[in-house]
Nanobody
Framework: QVQLMESGGDSVQTGGSLKLSCVVS????????LAWFRQAPGKEREGVAF??????NYADFVRGRFTISQGNGEPTSHLQMNSLKPEDTATYYC???????????????WGQGTQVTVSS
């Protein structure tokens, strides 16, 4: 059974940094992608970044501020978030699958979400 465990959400001030982590257990894919999505209250879930075999892709609104990386061993991803803005406030979700796109439909496995709050 595939399970995702996220960590790292917190409250910070504008301009601050946070690092989110996601560890996957029970992987059955030969090739896989790990992605981060976020959802703010009243808004649709949106893709933030994904990584697959070291290749990365970012949403325009985080490019240059966020960095996604991949760990060793079990599928693991870290999302380093710098220069945070109030509009980055959301619940951040880790997602796992074999998609090559940054759309929610491509990922069958999801974490429980971790809250990121950026105050001005």
């Amino acid at each position: 059974q595939v399970q995702l465990m996220e960590s790292g959400g917190d409250s910070v001030q504008t301009g601050g940094s946070l690092k989110l982590s996601c560890v996957v257990s029970g992987n059955t894919y030969r090739q896989w992608s790990l992605a981060w999505f976020r959802q703010a209250p009243g808004k649709e879930r949106e893709g933030v970044a994904f990584i697959r075999d070291g290749d990365t892709n970012y949403a325009d609104f985080v490019r240059g501020r966020f960095t996604i990386s991949q760990g060793n061993g079990e599928p693991t991803s870290h999302l380093q978030m710098n220069s945070l803005k109030p509009e980055d406030t959301a619940t951040y979700y880790c997602a796992f699958g074999d998609s090559i796109c940054l759309t929610p439909e491509g990922y069958p496995y999801w974490g429980q979400g971790t809250q990121v709050t950026v105050s001005s």
